[in-house]
Nanobody, 115 residues
Framework: QVQLVESGGGVVQPGGSLRLSCVAS????????MGWYRQAPGKERELVAT???????RYVDSVKGRFTISRDNALNTVYLQMNSLSPEDTAVYYC?????????WGQGTQVTVSS
């Protein structure tokens, strides 16, 4: 059974930091791309950051310089270090994995930035 289990969400004040983690299990073959998407209330889900198996990264412009994505291929784990958080970053964050055949999604973890 495929599972993507996210952790690390929560409530933080503006300017604070959070680190999200996502562990993938049950996926057949190598995981090529891993990443994070987010969906704020009333908005469409958007890409936040992705990282390829060779560690090539891509970020949405709004998080460049503040967020860092990384992965551990041996552990099938992807991380998202989020610094200088603002209320605009409030959303449900979803982990994503792609093995060349199928897309897999986590259940989502809530990130709330509020004073």
């Amino acid at each position: 059974q495929v599972q993507l289990v996210e952790s690390g969400g929560g409530v933080v004040q503006p300017g604070g930091s959070l680190r999200l983690s996502c562990v993938a299990s049950g996926i057949i073959g190598n995981i090529y791309d891993m990443g994070w998407y987010r969906q704020a209330p009333g908005k469409e889900r958007e890409l936040v950051a992705t990282i390829a198996r060779d560690y090539l990264t891509r970020y949405v412009d709004s998080v460049k310089g503040r967020f860092t994505i990384s992965r551990d291929n041996a552990l099938n784990t992807v991380y998202l270090q989020m610094n200088s958080l603002s209320p605009e970053d409030t959303a449900v964050y979803y982990c994503h994995a792609y093995n060349g055949r199928n897309d897999y999604w986590g259940q989502g973890t809530q990130v709330t930035v509020s004073s």
